[in-house]
């Protein structure tokens, strides 16, 4: 089989069997608002389709255009992007909006280059951008597209080095010069996610698998050769401090090792050996004299961001005295599921509900 007629065959397949999603048109030939797939396209980074679906939805619903969301407050955009992690997406998506409005009055520009010089818009991004919207042939590389390629040469090895990246990228750029770019760079991410799946893939019903060297060796668990993740271990403390008003102290730190600039729960590093007295760097934002009492939970939180497996001990600090007034940091603990964007937070006052 060509190269040519397994296009054809892929885009058939596509045609026939492609999910409905929220950010795709029913008319696959149709040209795509590069606003609505910019933001699909930096939500399905490291997420998966299902998680994302809502979160879209809600987002174009509040945020229809650039100018929208330059307009909006960075921390209201956080709070939109709650529970997706990796929130320096969210960031640059901001930022980025706000470059959009100002010097391209709100239109995106339509060349690599220009795409890449923005906030968080990298190659695939940029690629993504180029081929659905505006149906240039530009290629796009995702782990569906690299697992497939993989699989379909037996590369037995991963676009880590300049070398290997070109490969793929060369790959990638082969399949995308075609009458139809956006739909081959769509029905390859497609095929990725439904079929050529990372286990058990359903080979018997790809419409590649005559071109498929690993299908027809069956040796698909082999393809591609698995990526080692190296995990840092953290331990820390996370403090909630409660006024006797029942509201609970926020932060917002520009110089903080995680978190950076969100509204977060006082954090710090600390053994969890010692989790037992009053540690001395929460006096940091909290004086001893100023506490009534305070109580270790018998459950840490448990998170990973980035390449940090966390565990947390809990500190809830009780005050003897109300919340300062009109002071924003401190949040009515009934509304801090609305006033935290991140899932580290969430998890502590979660325990702090629950053994209350």
Not at 224 to 249: A, C, F, H
Request: proline share 6%.
């Amino acid at each position: 089989m060509t190269k040519t007629e397994a296009k054809i065959l892929l885009k058939k397949w596509f045609r026939q069997h492609h999910a409905h999603l929220p950010w795709r048109p029913d008319n696959l030939n149709e040209k795509r608002n590069p606003y609505f797939v910019w933001i699909s396209e930096i939500m399905l980074q490291q997420t998966q389709v299902e998680a994302v679906k809502k979160h879209y939805e809600n987002w174009v619903k509040d945020y229809p255009d650039v100018f929208t969301l330059a307009r909006a407050n960075e921390t209201d955009v956080l709070l939109h992007w709650q529970g997706l992690g990796y929130y320096s997406r969210a960031k640059n998506i901001h930022k980025t909006a706000g470059i959009l409005a100002e010097k391209w009055n709100g239109k995106f520009p339509q060349t690599r280059p220009e795409l890449e010089a923005l906030p968080g818009i990298g190659k695939y991004t940029a690629g993504a951008i180029l081929s659905f919207a505006f149906h240039q042939k530009e290629p796009i590389l995702d782990g569906n597209l690299i697992r497939i390629f993989s699989r379909l040469h037996l590369f037995d090895f991963l676009p880590a080095g300049k070398k290997e990246t070109g490969i793929y990228w060369n790959e990638a750029a082969n399949w995308a010069h075609d009458r139809e770019p956006h739909q081959i760079n769509e029905a390859l991410m497609e095929l990725g996610r439904v079929l050529c799946k990372v286990q058990n893939p359903l080979c018997g019903q790809c419409p590649l698998q005559k071109i498929c060297k690993a299908g027809m060796q069956k040796r698909t668990a082999e393809f591609p050769p698995k990526k080692e993740t190296i995990r840092e271990n953290w331990s820390g403390v996370i403090l909630v401090i409660e006024s006797t008003d029942q509201k609970i102290l926020s932060i917002r730190e520009s110089d903080a090792r995680f978190l950076k600039n969100q509204r977060s729960l006082p954090l710090f590093e600390y053994s969890k050996a010692h989790t037992r007295g009053l540690p001395g760097a929460a006096e940091k934002w909290v004086s001893p004299e100023a506490i009534a009492d305070y109580q270790w939970l018998s459950k840490p939180v448990r998170h990973s961001i980035t390449k940090f497996k966390m565990e947390c001990g809990v500190l809830h600090i009780r005050l003897k005295k109300k919340a300062p007034k009109n002071n924003p940091m401190w949040v009515p603990r009934i509304q801090t599921s609305n006033a935290f964007a991140n899932k580290l937070c969430l998890k502590a006052l979660e325990l702090i509900e629950a053994q209350s």
